[in-house]
């Protein structure tokens, strides 16, 4: 399974944008999908999750801010951020993991990542 993440750019502090990440060559029902972040001179770090069953997980600095989804007919999930912070730039990578649910903010339990697209927020 390749994926394809996609939709980053520059915004300004309150604007929303929503990424995209396409699967290509599988599907995605069986997999949970892990949105991550890194920023210039930090580690990767995880944003949001959405798993096989439906269920989603969020790291608390995007929590009602972000929110994460599937469209199966698409082969496609989403990231949806609303009130972008200047804090909130980085690339953001989409990659997927069939770990256990506690083990999925862990980026070593994931695999087949997503080339990154990029969010810039201005103040």
């Known amino acids: 399974v390749q994926l394809q993440a996609s939709g980053g750019g520059l915004v300004q502090a309150g604007d929303s944008l929503t990424l995209s990440c396409k699967a290509s060559g599988g599907l995605f029902r069986s997999y949970t999908v892990g949105w991550f972040r890194q920023a210039p001179g930090n580690e990767r770090q995880f944003v949001a999750c959405f798993g096989w069953s439906g269920n989603s997980k969020y790291t608390n600095d995007v929590k009602g801010r972000f929110t994460t989804s599937r469209d199966s007919a698409k082969n496609t999930v989403y990231l949806q951020m609303n009130s972008l912070k200047p804090e909130d730039t980085a690339v953001y990578y989409c990659?997927?993991?069939?770990?256990?649910?506690?083990?999925?903010?862990?980026?070593?339990?994931?695999?087949?990542w997503g080339q990154g697209t990029e969010v810039t927020v201005s103040s």
């Open positions: 990659a997927l993991t069939t770990t256990v649910w506690s083990g999925v903010t862990q980026e070593n339990n994931y695999r087949n």
